[in-house]
Each structure stands twice: as C-alpha cells, then as structure tokens.
C-alpha cells in the first residue's frame, strides 16, 4: 500500500501568490516524521521542512510552512510569496519510527509547481 | 566540504554488464543511503548504512550490492544490469541516523540498454 499520496495535478502559480501542496500519508506507527523536499530541474534534491508527529506547533522555515492535521493523516505544505525560483517538483516523504538508527525514507510521487511572472 | 559527490553523472550499460556507483562524503556523516528515482516517481530505497561496516536494505534492494569499509564512501554495485534498472540514482548522508535533513548527491543517470 502506498504510505504517501500526492495526486494534484501540475499547477500554475502566479509570482508572489501562495501555494499549497496535498499530502497524505498512511501509517500505524504513532512516532514518525513527515518530510518536504524539493527538486529542480536540474534534478538535486533539496531539503525543505520537517514535522515530528509529536510536534505541538505547525513546522515553519522562512517562506515554507506545513500544515500538520494529524487526524487527517495530512501534512501540506505552504509556500508563502512565491518566486520563480519555486518552480519545480515537491516531494512529501515519511519516516517510520522514532528516528534513532533509522532514517528510511518513503517518498510521494511529487506534486509539479510552475511559478509565472 | 565537497558535500555528497557522485560518479560518474551519466552512464549506459549493456545487459549483463557490472558496474559500480561512487558516492563519497567528506562531512564524517555516519548514516549514508541509496535510492533510485524513475520517471514520474519519488526516490525509492535501496540500501542504507548506519556506519562503517553496518548495512541494510531497503524497499528495493534485489540487483544491487553495497559494502561500507570506510565513513566516507559507499559504493553501488550492479551485479548484472538490466534494463529495469535504467534510473537516475541518489546517494543521501546525514550525520546520524535520526538526523532530520538527508544531505543528497547530484545524481547518477543511468540507462540499460
């Protein structure tokens, strides 16, 4: 089964606007961390943003924002201000477990952002 | 630091044929990891390290083999490629294993024809 989904088509983002990015995920453990990152055309991988599922507070870092809805099962990002520069693929990943001496990653298919001028 | 270095950044294989990916990391991280990514996909797990010495696999480990001798390199070994394996590879480090953010390397694009 697939522990993340992403199924929002590409999607076309006017500059300086917000953006938000669906992802689910499906897990029964109840200590796990919930992953963004980002993936330019030229293909590297960039870290993003981080949520713990015991984490009171939504993770913020500068321009991204998550927004953890725990019941849901639900932890979309935001980007806040959009640049040209964000145009790229996002990818929403989840680690099982606690993190100590484990820090397998399973990755969503991506969700595609095209910012425009 | 170099960070996570890659090589070689595209390669094509014939059937059959064995190779071996580099990754190296100058950044002492313990924890190191491989993962392949194919078209429309996320990053998949191949193998992963916890250390020198110490490995394991992960969700798609079968037509690959992995050995950490040293901290800083964690060699991919294609036994015999096949065009299934046709992906772009990752190497990831962190300087744990329950360190949040995975340090990723360019990329290898590799094609079996």
């Known amino acids: 089964a697939q522990k993340i989904t992403q199924t929002q088509p590409g999607m076309f983002v006017q500059e300086k606007e917000a953006v938000t990015l669906d992802c689910t995920y499906d897990?029964?453990?109840?200590?796990?961390?919930l992953f963004w990152y980002k993936q330019p055309s030229s293909g590297e991988m960039i870290f993003l943003i981080y949520?713990?599922?015991?984490?009171?507070q939504n993770a913020t870092e500068g321009r991204y924002s998550l927004n953890f809805q725990k019941a849901r099962k639900s932890a979309n990002l935001v980007i806040s201000a959009s640049q040209l520069g964000d145009s790229a693929m996002y990818f929403c990943?989840?680690?099982?477990?606690?993190?100590?001496?484990?820090?397998?990653?399973?990755f969503g298919k991506g969700n595609q952002v095209v910012v425009i001028p | 630091n170099a960070g996570v270095t890659q090589t070689p950044k595209f390669q094509v294989l014939k059937t059959g044929q064995s190779m071996t990916l580099q990754c190296a990391q100058d950044?002492?991280?313990?924890?190191m990891s491989w993962y392949r990514q194919d078209p429309g996909m996320g990053l998949r797990l191949i193998h992963y390290?916890?250390?020198?010495?110490?490995?394991d696999q992960g969700e798609v480990p079968n037509g690959y083999n992995v050995s950490r001798s040293t901290t800083e390199d964690f060699p991919l070994r294609l036994l015999s490629a096949a065009p299934s394996q046709t992906s772009v590879y990752f190497c990831?480090?962190?300087?744990?294993?329950?360190?949040?953010?995975?340090?990723f390397g360019p990329g290898t694009r590799l094609t079996v024809l």
């Open positions: 990831a480090s962190t300087p744990t294993a329950h360190y949040n953010e995975q340090f």
């Open positions: 897990t029964s453990d109840p200590s796990y961390g």
């Open positions: 949520q713990g599922s015991y984490d009171q």
């Open positions: 990943a989840m680690r099982e477990g606690p993190g100590y001496g484990n820090n397998r990653l399973a």
């Open positions: 950044m002492n991280h313990e924890y």
């Open positions: 390290s916890v250390g020198a010495g110490i490995t």
